[in-house]
């Protein structure tokens, strides 16, 4: 069974810094992309930052220039750095592998974490 553990989350200063991480976990072979999305209350659930195997990444526009995201593929590993946060941010922070594909298995597949939260507040 494929699991994604998410971690680092928590309570946060406006203009603080956070570092999440992701670890997917599950005979995994290969996973094409990996990525963080957020949804505040009320709100739709929203890319943040995007990372395939390949290095190529993708951000929202609101966050370039602050957030970093990186991965390490042998761990199955994604991080996100999150610079100078403002309290709009507040909102959980889910991890998303896309096109994961399990040893013995030829489907790719998508799986998502439990989330972790993130507070903005002074």
């Known amino acids: 069974q494929v699991q994604l553990v998410e971690s680092g989350g928590g309570l946060v200063q406006p203009g603080g810094s956070l570092r999440l991480s992701c670890a997917a976990s599950?005979?995994?072979?290969?996973?094409?992309?990996m990525g963080w999305y957020r949804q505040a209350p009320g709100k739709q659930r929203e890319l943040v930052a995007t990372?395939?195997?390949?290095?190529?990444?993708n951000y929202a526009d609101s966050v370039k220039g602050r957030f970093t995201i990186s991965r390490d593929n042998v761990k199955n590993t994604v991080y996100l750095q999150m610079n100078s946060l403002i309290a709009d941010e507040t909102a959980v922070y889910y991890c998303?592998?896309?096109?994961?594909?399990?040893?013995?298995?030829?489907?790719?597949?998508?799986?998502w974490g439990q989330g972790t939260q993130v507070t903005v507040s002074s």
């Open positions: 599950g005979s995994i072979l290969t996973i094409n992309t």
């Open positions: 990372k395939s195997s390949d290095d190529r990444t």
């Open positions: 998303n592998a896309e096109g994961l594909v399990r040893v013995g298995s030829r489907f790719k597949l998508s799986y």
